[in-house]
């Protein structure tokens, strides 16, 4: 199991001007650079669950620890108003798009439309 | 007077101090004897013979038992028994009065003046064989005797108000007729003749009046159990309403909040409810319905399930502990419990053989469904095991914790419990939609009655395991034992129904 730390974004950002960057805005840029990319904290079991659920699908999610990021505070705030909840993570991206929190995840998985966006985002290969 | 002292302590010991009076035997046992049936035969009033004494002592025992104050004054071992043994000779020795005493009865037989009603009924006996007769024949024993009820005739009047007894007053009305003119006809020359006949006459009434008594004395029994009853109920409600614990299910006997007893009794009606629901769809499929008709059952079948679904969540936000550690249901389910409920992929595994005939795609979709199901469990699972690490962590503290601090990360951490629980209440509800959802509406009425039954069994399993028959039930702690007992009987009542089916 791979996922990219905090280190890599941290190397990520300084390319730009992160203060100037609306943290939605880098929301939406970060969820399209992997297919599937998960938003947590470090002390998050919800999120230690999701994690690994996509791990024992064989799926490589991209990973970003929320309370290792200066403005992780914007972005869970952000992610609050997203997903429409009291707790910003675990957030889920597939394909760059928002599935949500573990409740959507599971339930997509139960109803077997889980899956089909695995393999359209190309984390899955069958 | 010696004996008329004496009859006055006695006496008084036989009044408001009954408890005492077994302390004082003041002449032989038939004396003690007599001074309690006397005391018990004023107390009626009626006609002083077998049956009278009998159930004088009944109605004593009785009201005893209810103001629970004292013991009956027969309660010295096989003393009742013995006191009934004397009851034939009773009448009889009275027969041996002056013809003295006969006047004072004739002249206040009108009122309840029980005191001479009774000492003119006792002359009224006519039997000479008595034993005791033999012993206590001297006249002291009747004024002493007269004496006594005099001045119990307060007592009495006392204690026949207490216990509103209108059989015996009638009774007491009925038998003084036969016992009046009996009185004339007593005084006749052919003794052994109409001593017999009168002896029957009065054996007879005697069985009479216990069998009276007895029912009586179990009517006002039933009343009092039945008003102690209402009162624990009150109790029970009260103190359920303050969220006590009651009847508990714990050994430890902690308390039990009160949204995990008002969840409880939400789920307990949800279980009666459930039993409706089966038996509409078992209806449904025998009436073999229309597939619409149908459909309406098994949405209803469903939006059930969403209901418990729906108030676990809310009792989880306040004690979701109480669903973990499955204290809401039997504990034979306890045995299978995953996160507060059943197990999906359990649940599905347990269908697929009952679910036949299938076509290949729906076999397919079940099996999917499994798989899902069963890497949701795993996440979950693996997710809580992250938590519970992390809690024990924290509560075994490193070197330099503060304890409050401590305490209060420990319960932030437990407070993550809660979402586990959701998360997989969740999971259980996806799965019973997603069965819906390939199923026909037929393939899914018997597939959620298979689901009712098998879990009806679980419970009646519960209840089974819970009321056979063990050698070991008696332990060292009290409050173990009869938490043991509660439990069972909570568990029995809550579930007995479930043996309906059977």
Not at chain 2, 52 to 62: D, K, Q, S, T, Y
Not at chain 2, 296 to 308: C, F, L, P, R
Not at chain 2, 457 to 485: F, G, H, K, M, Y
Request: with cysteine; hydrophobic share 35%; glycine share 8%.
């Amino acid at each position: 199991m791979q996922y990219q730390t905090a280190d890599s974004w941290g190397f990520y950002v300084p390319m730009r001007s992160r203060n100037m960057e609306d943290p939605l805005e880098r929301v939406a840029k970060l969820a399209s650079e992997s297919a599937v990319v998960i938003f947590t904290l470090s002390g998050c079991c919800m999120c230690h669950a999701v994690k690994r659920l996509f791990c024992g699908m064989g799926v490589n999610p991209t990973v970003y620890e929320l309370d290792h990021d200066p403005r992780g505070k914007e972005i869970e705030r952000a992610l609050m108003r997203l997903l429409g909840s009291s707790s910003a993570v675990p957030a889920v991206f597939i394909g760059g798009k928002l599935i949500g929190s573990m409740d959507r995840v599971m339930a997509s998985h139960i109803n077997g439309s889980l899956v089909p966006l695995l393999k359209e985002a190309g984390a899955l290969w069958l | 007077m010696a004996s008329h002292t004496i009859g006055e302590t006695s006496l008084s010991d036989s009044g408001p101090s009954n408890h005492h009076h077994h302390h004082h035997v003041p002449y032989a046992a038939a004396l003690h004897g007599m001074n309690t049936h006397t005391s018990f035969i004023n107390q009626e009033g009626s006609a002083f013979d077998f049956g009278e004494l009998e159930e004088a002592i009944v109605l004593h025992g009785v009201k005893i038992r209810n103001d629970e104050a004292k013991a009956p004054l027969f309660t010295a071992a096989g003393r009742p028994a013995a006191t009934l043994e004397m009851f034939p000779s009773w009448p009889m020795r009275f027969q041996q009065t002056p013809r003295g005493s006969s006047k004072s009865g004739g002249e206040s037989t009108d009122s309840g003046s029980a005191l001479n009603t009774l000492s003119s009924k006792a002359e009224t006996q006519l039997e000479p064989e008595s034993p005791i007769s033999k012993k206590a024949s001297s006249s002291d024993h009747q004024a002493f005797e007269q004496d006594q009820l005099r001045l119990q005739h307060q007592q009495q009047v006392e204690m026949s108000n207490d216990t509103s007894r209108t059989g015996p007053s009638q009774n007491q009305s009925a038998a003084k007729q036969p016992q009046e003119k009996r009185k004339g006809a007593g005084s006749t020359s052919d003794k052994p003749q109409d001593a017999k006949t009168l002896r029957r006459l009065a054996q007879n009434r005697e069985a009479a009046r216990k069998s009276r008594l007895r029912k009586k004395a179990y009517v006002q029994q039933l009343e009092s159990s039945r008003i102690k009853l209402t009162q624990l109920e009150q109790e029970l409600q009260r103190a359920r309403s303050q969220g006590l614990f009651l009847g508990g299910c714990s050994a430890t006997a902690g308390n039990i909040s009160s949204a995990a007893a008002m969840f409880d009794m939400e789920y307990a009606r949800w279980l009666e409810d459930d039993l409706r629901h089966m038996s509409e769809l078992r209806a449904g499929l025998n009436a073999h319905l229309s597939d619409g008709d149908l459909r309406i059952i098994v949405d209803g079948y469903i939006s059930h399930y969403d209901e418990i679904f729906r108030l676990k969540g809310v009792a989880a936000k306040s004690d979701v502990l109480h669903l973990t550690t499955g204290m809401w249901t039997t504990a034979a389910e306890r045995c299978f419990l995953w996160m507060g409920g059943f197990k999906p992929s359990d649940l599905i595994k347990m269908l697929i053989s009952q679910l036949d005939p299938l076509t290949e795609q729906q076999v397919m979709g079940i099996y999917s469904l499994q798989h899902s199901s069963q890497q949701a469990e795993e996440a979950l699972s693996q997710g809580l095991e992250q938590l519970q690490q992390s809690l024990i962590e924290t509560i075994a503290g490193g070197p330099a914790i503060d304890g409050m601090q401590q305490m209060v990360v420990a319960l932030g951490k437990l407070a993550n419990l809660e979402g586990f629980v959701r998360q997989a209440d969740n999971l259980r509800q996806q799965t019973l939609h997603r069965l819906r959802h390939i199923l026909t509406v037929r393939q899914a009425a018997r597939c959620f009655l298979v689901i009712g039954e098998y879990y009806g069994r679980l419970r009646a399993l519960s209840s089974l395991w819970a009321s056979r028959p063990r050698e070991t039930v008696i332990c060292d702690q009290e409050n173990s034992c009869q938490t043991t007992t509660d439990l069972q009987m909570v568990q029995s009542s809550q579930h007995h129904h479930h043996f309906a089916n059977y």
